[in-house]
Structures are given as structure tokens and as C-alpha cells.
């Protein structure tokens, strides 16, 4: 069974770092592209959803949302079968459900396989 | 960047009812689409991938179609338990982006 589970979550003052991480498990980890998206009240409608950030099966593409880029960077370990996201410079827009999100390429498709998340306070 | 619009943001159907949401993408995306099913408290859960393919587990009251820039999801029998919000997403090129969803109320 696939199982992507996310930990880091907490509340931050603006301007503070803070470091998610996803432990993944049930397939190979390795052998494909991660995202991370989160659902907040930064954007649109309520509680929308946000892509953040993409990171390729090898690290050697990582790309990055506008709103976040030059602030959060994100890293895998494929050895320890786990996804980072490293968040820095946090604002009050920051504040948001962030999942972990596994790629699968299919032919002229791709589907997402989604943890359950963990919350991301930034305030004072 | 593409830009997906969703209609309507909201509505209020009742159980059996037919129920048409529309995405529209700023641009063509060929058939990377996706539709989300979003529970409070719940991850988003994959309902149909491009554009028209039910997931697995997914019940037939769902269904999608679309290509280039019009897509249409349907649940064509409301049940209590559709309560949600609904998003699309395009998968064709980064910045990946969703709509800004549709909250489905049941009379």
C-alpha cells in the first residue's frame, strides 16, 4: 500500500523557517518525480489549492511556484525514501495544508497519489 | 501561466439530481486534466484523470469529458456523500494549476 505521510507542521512566526518532510513507503521512491501543493487561504476562492513545488526522480530538476520561489527549496533523499520542503522568509499567505504528492507517468497522462498533510500556522 | 475557470463556484442540488461543472483553461492543454474531489479535513481524492478517465474505485455517477480548453465533469445522480468541493487541475505545463473550485451544497 502506498502511504505518503507528512510531519513538520506547526505554527511559525513570519519571517521563520521551518523544514516539512514525507516519508514515503509502498512503491519506489526513487524512481519518480515528487511534488508538494498546498491548500490555504493565500489564493482564490476559500481554501484553494496551490502547486509549490516539483522535484525530478534524481534532483536535477526542481521547479518552483512563483509565490514561493527564492523562499522554499526543496530536496529528496532517496536512500531514506523521503521529501523535503525547506521553507524560509514564512509570511501570513504561507498558512496552509501542505501534501505531499507522488507522480505517476502514464501514457499521455499522469495521475497523483496525495498524503494526508500537515498545517502550516505563520503568524505572530 | 494557465489560468483554470471553473463555474459555477458554487451550488446547491438535490439528492438524484444531475450536476454539470465546467473548467476552462486559458489556453490549450490537450486532455492534462484532472478532477478533484476535496472533503474538509480529507486530501484531495483523484476522480477522473485525462480528462475523461474514471480512477479506480471512483463510482460511474462520475463522469468527465473535454480536450483544448472546454472540460465538463457530471455526477449524474447527486448522493449525500458528494458533498465537496470539486477542483480540475491541468497537468500540461508548469506552473501547474487548479481551478478555483466548485462547492457543491445538497438540498
Known amino acids: 500500500e502506498v502511504q505518503l505521510v507528512e510531519s513538520g507542521g506547526s505554527l511559525v512566526e513570519p519571517g521563520k523557517s521551518l523544514r516539512l518532510s514525507c516519508a514515503a513507503s509502498g512503491f519506489n521512491f526513487s524512481n519518480g518525480a515528487m511534488h508538494w501543493v498546498r491548500q490555504g487561504p493565500g489564493k482564490g476562492l476559500e481554501w484553494g489549492l496551490e502547486?509549490?513545488?516539483?522535484?525530478?526522480?534524481?534532483?536535477?530538476?526542481?521547479l518552483y511556484a512563483p509565490s514561493v520561489r527564492g523562499r522554499f527549496t526543496v530536496f529528496r533523499d532517496n536512500g531514506k525514501k523521503s521529501l523535503y520542503l525547506h521553507l524560509d522568509s514564512l509570511r501570513a499567505e504561507d498558512t496552509a495544508v501542505y501534501y505531499c504528492?507522488?507522480?505517476?507517468?502514464?501514457?499521455?497522462?499522469?495521475?497523483?497519489?496525495w498524503g494526508q498533510g500537515t498545517l502550516v500556522t505563520v503568524s505572530s | 501561466d494557465i489560468q483554470l475557470t471553473q463555474s459555477p463556484s458554487f451550488l446547491s442540488a438535490s439528492v438524484a439530481d444531475r450536476v454539470t461543472i465546467t473548467c476552462r483553461a486559458s489556453?490549450?492543454?490537450?486532455?492534462?486534466l484532472a478532477w478533484y474531489q476535496k472533503k474538509t479535513g480529507a486530501a484531495p481524492k483523484l476522480l477522473i484523470y485525462?480528462?475523461?478517465t474514471l480512477h479506480s474505485g471512483v463510482p460511474s455517477r462520475f463522469s468527465a469529458s473535454g480536450s483544448g480548453t472546454e472540460f465538463i465533469l457530471t455526477i449524474t445522480s447527486l448522493q449525500p456523500e458528494d458533498l465537496a468541493t470539486y477542483y480540475c487541475q491541468q497537468l500540461h505545463s508548469f506552473p501547474l494549476t487548479f481551478g478555483g473550485g466548485t462547492k457543491i451544497e445538497i438540498k
Open positions: 489556453q490549450g492543454i490537450n486532455t492534462y
Open positions: 485525462a480528462a475523461s
Open positions: 504528492v507522488r507522480e505517476i507517468v502514464g501514457v499521455g497522462t499522469y495521475i497523483w497519489e
Open positions: 502547486w509549490v513545488s516539483y522535484i525530478n526522480m534524481d534532483s536535477s530538476t526542481k
